[in-house]
C-alpha cells in the first residue's frame, strides 16, 4: 500500500525515531515513543503493519547500539548466543499471533509488571549501581534464557513497547550486572528480538518499508549517542532514565486500558 508522507509527517517520524533509538539504547521502551509517533502519522493504519514499520526502524537502532556497547563492554557470549537464537525464534511466534491476540488483554497484566519494576528500582536505590558477580550460577543463567529467550521475546513480537526495560531488569536481577552491562546484553538480545518479529511481518506484508528505513536511519544515530551517553553516563543515569521511561509507560498503558 503506497504511503504519501508530507514534510510536517516527515519531521514528526524523524524526531521521534531519533528519540526513541536514544531511549532505547540507553535503558530500552523506544517503543514507548515510536509507536505512538506511527498511530498519530496514520491513525487508520492496520497495527499489525505499523508494528511491522517500527520493528523495521528498531532494528537498526538494536544493531547500532549493540555493536557500540561491544567495543567497550564485555559480553558474556555464552549466555548471549542461546539466548538469541531461542528470542529470535519466540519472537517470530509473538508477531504471528499478533493478529490474533488481542493487546488489551494483554495490557493490565504488563501493567502489572512494570509497576513490580518500578517497586523493585525504587525501593533498592543500590540496585544496578554496582556488579553482583555471585549471583552468575548455572541455574541463574538458564532462568535468563527461559525468560528473555521466551517470554520476553514473545511479548516483544506481539506487542513491544517496554521489551528492552523487561531484558534489562532481568539481566541485573538475575545475574548481577550493573545497569551498562545489562543494557550492553539487552541490545543484542533485542536485536534478536526485532529481526525475529520483522521477518514475520515482512512475510505477511505488514512493513512499509521506505518509512520503516527513514526512522531506522534517525534511530540509527539516536542509538549511537545514547549508547555512548550511558557508558559515558554510567548506571546512575541509566538508573535515572529507566525509572522515567517506566513512569511513561506506565502512565501511556494506564491511559490506553482506562480512559481512552
Not at 10 to 25: M, N, Q
Not at 76 to 105: C, F, N, Y
Not at 217 to 232: P, R, S
Request: charged share 10%; hydrophobic share 60%.
Amino acid at each position: 500500500m503506497p504511503v504519501e508522507l508530507d514534510a510536517s509527517l516527515i519531521a514528526l517520524l524523524v524526531t521521534a525515531a531519533l528519540f526513541a533509538g536514544w531511549i532505547d539504547a540507553v535503558v530500552g521502551g523506544g517503543g514507548l515513543v515510536a509507536l505512538p509517533a506511527l498511530l498519530v502519522a496514520f491513525p487508520n493504519a492496520p497495527v499489525a503493519t505499523l508494528l511491522g514499520t517500527n520493528k523495521l526502524a528498531s532494528v537498526f537502532g538494536t544493531t547500532t547500539s549493540s555493536i557500540a556497547y561491544a567495543r567497550k563492554i564485555k559480553l558474556d557470549h555464552r549466555l548471549l548466543w542461546p539466548t538469541m537464537a531461542i528470542a529470535l525464534g519466540a519472537s517470530g511466534a509473538g508477531a504471528a499471533a499478533a493478529a490474533a491476540v488481542s493487546s488489551e488483554a494483554l495490557r493490565p497484566i504488563i501493567i502489572a509488571v512494570l509497576m513490580a519494576v518500578l517497586i523493585l528500582v525504587v525501593s533498592r536505590p543500590k540496585f544496578g549501581l554496582e556488579p553482583q558477580p555471585r549471583l552468575r550460577t548455572a541455574w541463574r543463567a538458564a532462568a535468563v534464557m527461559l525468560a528473555c529467550g521466551v517470554a520476553i521475546a514473545f511479548y516483544d513480537g506481539i506487542i513491544g513497547p517496554g521489551t528492552g526495560i523487561f531484558l534489562a531488569v532481568a539481566f541485573t536481577t538475575l545475574l548481577g550486572f550493573d545497569y551498562v552491562t545489562a543494557s550492553a546484553h539487552t541490545k543484542v538480545v533485542n536485536a534478536a528480538t526485532n529481526l525475529g518479529a520483522l521477518v514475520v511481518f515482512a512475510i505477511q506484508g505488514h512493513v512499509w518499508w521506505q518509512v520503516g528505513v527513514a526512522m531506522g536511519l534517525a534511530t540509527t544515530a539516536g542509538a549511537w549517542f545514547g549508547a555512548h551517553t550511558a557508558m559515558a553516563k554510567g548506571s546512575k543515569f541509566v538508573r535515572i532514565v529507566l525509572v522515567l521511561v517506566v513512569t511513561g509507560l506506565l502512565a501511556r498503558l494506564s491511559w490506553d486500558v482506562w480512559i481512552a
